[in-house]
Every structure is written in C-alpha cells, then in structure tokens.
C-alpha cells in the first residue's frame, strides 16, 4: 500500500527548507481592493481583478438571473447539448469585441492554450515561445509533443535569428503575467513570419489599448498579423472562462479538433451571462472611467516609488514589479508588508528564475489614491536590506 506521507514527505521538506513551499490563505470576503484573508484584513494588492468587477453589483446580478433561466450547471459538454444561447451571445460579443470573425468560449485559460496549440502543432513541428510565457502556453507545447524552443524574453530578434523552417507556431503572452510587460509584437509577427501568431492576451483585455481591447488593438494590429488570440475571462472580465478568437477557418478546426473543448463540461450558462454583464462594462462609459482610473493610480504608484528610492521593473500596466532577489528575501518582503495589513504576492521561483524573485504588485480600479500612497510608504518601510534601492 502507498504511503504518502513516506513518499511525498522528503518532497515537501525540501520545499519547506527552500522557502518554496506553498500554502492557500483562506478568503474570508468577496474579492476587492480589502479582503479578509485568514481572519485579517487587508489592502489587496494581489488580485488580477483589475478592473473591480469580480464582485461589481452587475455581473452577480447576471449570474444570479442566468442561474434562474439557465440552472447552476450547464449539464453537458458543448458538443453534446451543453451549448446554450448565452455562449453562443458571449461569442458574438467577444467576437465583435476583438474585432474577428468568430470567438468560441473554453472552460478556462489554461485549457484554451492547451487545447490550441495541440490543435496547430504536431509531434514534427517546432513551437517557439517567450522565456516568460505563462506555464499553460508551455505546457500546450508539451502535450502537443512539438519541439519546444525558447527566444530570449520580448527578444524577436533572437527568434528571428533562431527559428528554423519546421517552425508551425510562436506564442507570447501579450501582457506578461509576472512583468507586467507588453510583448514587442509588431516586430514578433514579423518574425513569425508564415508561422502561427498565438498571443495569450490574459492580463490585456479589458485594461490595455483602445477601447479595453488589448495588447492586439494597442499594437494596432489584427487577424492578418495575429491569427491566433486567446483571452481569459477570470482576470480584468471578473468571472471565469477563456476564449480563442479568430476566422471562421480557425474556430471551426478548433470544435472539431481541440481536446480540451471537446472532452469537457461546458462552462454554466449562468457564468456566460454574467460575463456578458462584465464585457457590457468594459465596452461602456464605465470601463471607460474604470481604466482611467487605473491609468492614473499606475502613474501615481510608479512616481510615488521612484521618489521614494524603490526600484521597479518597466511596465505600463497594472503589473508592478519589484525585483527582490532570492525567494526569501522577497517572502520576507511580503511578509512584512502582510504585518502593516498590506496583501502584496512574493512570486519566487519556479514561476520566474532562480534569483529573479520579486513582489507582484497589482493594481486594480478599486484603489483610492490615498491607498497607493499608503502601498508606496510601507513598500519603503520595509524594504529588506539586501533589495538595492
Ligand atoms: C491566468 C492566465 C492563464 C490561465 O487562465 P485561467 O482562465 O485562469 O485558467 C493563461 N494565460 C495567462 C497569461 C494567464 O495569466
């Protein structure tokens, strides 16, 4: 008989002893810009619910009718007669949001990258993809049984001088995750050249670009230079779900052939209509204010920590990194800042690499200038002394 704690126990000290060990605070509140977490109170700093409409009145009325009309569940694969009438309106929506031909609605973002790029790349293919791509679209290349090669971060001239004829798709986030970075992608689809473009657009839509519509539009670019675009709907949208949008070519093939569409549970029609209610926001006078709004506490937090002597990482985006260093030094970071009722998430490795640890700062359009303020003075209060200035 297996034993798990003889068998995992070594694993998990190791991780213990490494300062990698991971544990899930329990949220005691609806998520916003204070949350009760583990029976404390906190300024939150960690979501990436960054416009506010993860527990905004509209969306959760939607849902709450959806679930009236529609039921809690949507009973069966899409396939299979689980597609109802809100996916099918959350499709045009996000569709004509993107401004392509068709949208079509994944479970979440991680199976949507699985399933995508399994769908355009085989065992002979070579996928190129971004150092500091989010682990699904890694994974995607993975289970697609591709050659799996990396350019160096934002670089398309390294991929330019790498990439070979065998090359069927290169994938970038286009906000990424961690950095809070836009990818060069005017240069990238160069590059890419007759290659898929696939840009996981996660943490652009909604924040980024004319209009909410992401890193895509903000490039000023469309479905001839970026066929493929993925986004998720639990991050700026508030709810939960993903979509692959692209030409009717593209969406078709993706019914027929992606896995992760086919062999799974349709998401809750409930959850599709409160999504509706969220996209409504970003494309009206609200998301307008809202992004405003943020635009100008990233402004105000990026002065705010240059004058008090606190580094950061170049980003335009609600994502703001600070380099820490070693993984203890920034969970001492976080912790610190955690005692002064501050939520502000340590990203250690292995999501980013050894020694490139950092606090996650994010921003969301909840915050009050008056809270950016008391974020930047605790920042520099607890600054651990091997973080430079
Ligand atoms: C969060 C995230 C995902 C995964 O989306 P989920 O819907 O949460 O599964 C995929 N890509 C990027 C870049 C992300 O940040």
Request: no cysteine; aromatic share 6%; proline share 6%.
């Amino acid at each position: 008989m297996a034993d798990a704690a003889q068998r995992l126990g070594p694993l998990l000290a190791r991780r213990e002893a490494e300062g990698l060990y991971r544990r899930r605070p329990l949220l005691e509140s609806a998520p916003g810009a204070r949350v009760v977490l583990d029976g404390v109170e906190y300024r939150n700093f960690a979501s990436n619910d960054y416009l506010g409409l993860a527990a905004h009145p509209e969306p959760a009325a939607a849902l709450a009718g959806g679930a009236r009309s529609w039921g809690a569940g949507a009973g069966a694969a899409h396939l299979l007669g689980g597609h109802a009438g809100p996916h099918q309106a959350l499709e045009a929506e996000l569709a004509a949001f993107v401004g392509r031909e068709r949208a079509l609605v994944f479970s979440t973002g991680y199976m949507a990258n699985l399933g995508v790029i399994e769908a355009l790349a085989g065992r002979r293919d070579t996928v190129w993809e971004d150092r500091l791509n989010h682990a699904s679209l890694i994974d995607g290349a993975r289970l697609a049984g591709a050659r799996l090669r990396r350019y160096a971060h934002a670089d398309p001239a390294d991929l330019a001088r790498r990439r070979g004829d065998d090359t069927a798709l290169v994938a970038t986030d286009g906000v990424f995750s961690m950095d809070g970075d836009l990818a060069p992608l005017t240069e990238l689809a160069e590059a890419a050249g007759k290659s898929w473009l696939m840009v996981d657009d996660a943490h652009g839509l909604g924040v980024v670009g004319p209009g909410g519509r992401g890193s895509v539009a903000a490039a000023g670019l469309g479905t001839a230079e970026v066929p493929v675009l993925v986004g998720t709907l639990g991050k700026a949208f508030g709810t939960f779900g993903a979509f692959v949008a692209g030409d009717e070519a593209l969406i078709e093939a993706m019914v027929n052939t992606a896995r992760t569409f086919i062999y799974t549970t349709a998401l809750p029609p409930a959850v599709a209509e409160a999504t509706r209610a969220s996209l409504a926001l970003i494309q009206g006078e609200e998301g307008e204010r809202r992004r405003a709004h943020l635009d100008a506490l990233i402004r105000r937090f990026r002065a705010g920590a240059a004058e008090a002597g606190l580094a950061l990482m170049e980003s335009p985006t609600p994502i703001q990194p600070l380099p820490a260093g070693e993984a203890e030094t920034a969970s001492a970071w976080a912790d610190a800042l955690g005692k002064r009722g501050f939520r502000v998430a340590a990203v250690r490795p292995p999501t980013v690499p050894p020694g490139t640890a950092r606090l996650r700062v994010s921003l969301t359009a909840d915050h009050t200038e008056a809270e950016i303020d008391e974020l930047v003075a605790a920042l520099a209060a607890t600054r651990p002394a091997e973080v430079p200035a």
